[in-house]
């Protein structure tokens, strides 16, 4: 499991002059986990890597910690039942190996995690696979109010799956 950023949106929102509670996301890596399951479904790398958002519940004045059960992907990206009984196990076990230190009793559920597949637009890129990133990233950076934080790369971990 490999820490990738930690990200405190309070902090932002705070500095944007706007009022937030407390609010971070960690996203973290399970390489092996994520180059399988991308094997399966490309699109999958949307929702990866893995993340979890510690947050104040306004209402109950709790710190809850909420993340994207396997459900919820396996929903998403309409993943067959024995894929779900082959992954499902695996996921659980690397949320848990994060979420490790924190009280069961804070961990919260999303009330659905079912979605369906639309509204995801897959564009073919009419340029070759190093100059098509690079137009990405020069359009993200051109706008004044998203962050680029880092790179997914998920080529060639999965020693076996080979990819």
Same mark, same amino acid.
């Given at each position: 499991?490999?820490?990738?950023?930690?990200?405190?949106?309070?902090?932002? @929102?705070?500095?944007?002059? =706007?009022?937030?509670?407390? @609010?971070?996301?960690? +996203?973290?890596?399970? @390489?092996?986990?994520? *180059?399988?399951?991308? =094997?399966?479904?490309?699109?999958? =790398?949307?929702?990866?890597?893995?993340?979890?958002?510690?947050?104040?519940?306004?209402?109950?004045?709790?710190?809850?910690?909420?993340?994207?059960?396997?459900?919820? +992907?396996?929903?998403?990206?309409?993943?067959?039942?024995?894929?779900?009984?082959?992954? *499902?196990?695996?996921?659980?076990?690397?949320?848990?190996?994060?979420?490790?230190?924190?009280?069961?009793?804070?961990?919260?559920?999303?009330?659905?995690?079912?979605?369906?597949?639309?509204? +995801?637009?897959?564009?073919? *890129?009419?340029?070759?696979?190093?100059?098509?990133?690079?137009? +990405?990233?020069?359009?993200?950076?051109?706008?004044?109010?998203?962050?680029?934080?880092?790179?997914?790369?998920?080529?060639?971990?999965?020693?076996?799956?080979?990819?």
């Amino acid at each position: 499991m490999q820490l990738i950023e930690d990200i405190d949106h309070s902090r932002l @929102a705070h500095q944007a002059g =706007a009022i937030m509670g407390p @609010a971070r996301v960690v +996203i973290f890596s399970d @390489a092996q986990l994520e *180059s399988e399951l991308i =094997a399966l479904n490309p699109l999958i =790398a949307i929702d990866l890597p893995l993340r979890a958002l510690a947050f104040e519940n306004l209402t109950t004045g709790r710190s809850e910690v909420i993340y994207n059960s396997f459900d919820y +992907i396996a929903s998403r990206y309409q993943l067959a039942d024995d894929t779900t009984a082959t992954f *499902s196990e695996r996921y659980k076990n690397a949320m848990n190996t994060a979420l490790a230190d924190v009280p069961v009793s804070a961990i919260s559920a999303f009330t659905d995690n079912r979605m369906q597949p639309d509204g +995801i637009i897959t564009i073919a *890129s009419p340029f070759d696979f190093e100059e098509s990133p690079t137009r +990405i990233n020069s359009a993200i950076n051109a706008q004044d109010d998203t962050v680029m934080f880092g790179h997914g790369r998920f080529s060639g971990e999965c020693g076996s799956c080979g990819h």
